[in-house]
């Protein structure tokens, strides 16, 4: 079982999205400020280069999974998204501590497909667990498109803890 910690991975894209929406934030304004925009810029790359450091051995995980498949291929800064609002989704429900354990199965191609199409196609899918480190990817492989029925391609199995937490929040609406 390959386990790839994607919490350094999601911290970096974090930073990197704060730094982009500060340059966009200060192009807005006036000259004097294209200083602190260069700044930024050479702040930036160093966050980048890190940023591919860390996705460097997803990627390759990814790619071995996927062979010489060139469609619905899934690509490490997508599988940080999904990991991310996975992360996102259990916050609104429960706390860190009671949703250790949660796992997820990420099907990031889901979609429905027309009933002429006779076959199914397949997609690179992936399942991670949640560790009180963060996010683990424990399996990436390819498998037939699930088909959207609705939501995200996020498909959770919660903890009891999580569940209690949830039925008891839906209790008291």
């Known amino acids: 079982m390959t386990q790839f910690n994607a919490k350094a ?3 970096l894209a974090n930073r990197i999205a704060e730094i982009d929406a500060y340059i966009a ?19 930036r790359k ?13 990627a390759d995980l990814i790619s071995t999974a996927e062979g010489k498949s060139s469609a619905r291929t899934l690509s490490a800064m997508s599988a940080i998204q999904m990991l991310s609002l996975a992360q ?6 429960s706390t860190k501590k009671d949703a250790i354990g949660t796992k997820i199965s990420v ?5 429905k497909f027309a009933g002429a199409y006779k076959y199914t196609p397949e997609s690179t899918q992936f399942d991670a667990v949640l560790k009180s480190s963060g996010w683990f990817i424990v399996k990436i ?6 088909d959207r029925q609705s939501g995200n ?3 959770f199995k919660l903890t ?3 569940i209690s937490n949830l039925a008891q929040k839906l209790s008291e609406i």
């Open 153 to 155: 391609g996020i498909r």
């Open 25 to 43: 934030r200060e192009k807005s304004y006036s000259s004097p400020n294209m200083i602190r925009i260069e700044n930024e810029l050479e702040v």
């Open 160 to 162: 009891e803890a999580t």
């Open 141 to 146: 492989y390819r498998a037939k498109c699930h």
């Open 46 to 58: 160093p966050l980048y280069l890190e940023y591919m450091d860390t996705l460097k051995p997803l």
């Open 88 to 93: 996102k989704h259990l916050d609104s429900i």
């Open 107 to 111: 099907d990031y191609h889901q979609q």
């Open 9 to 11: 991975a999601i911290r």
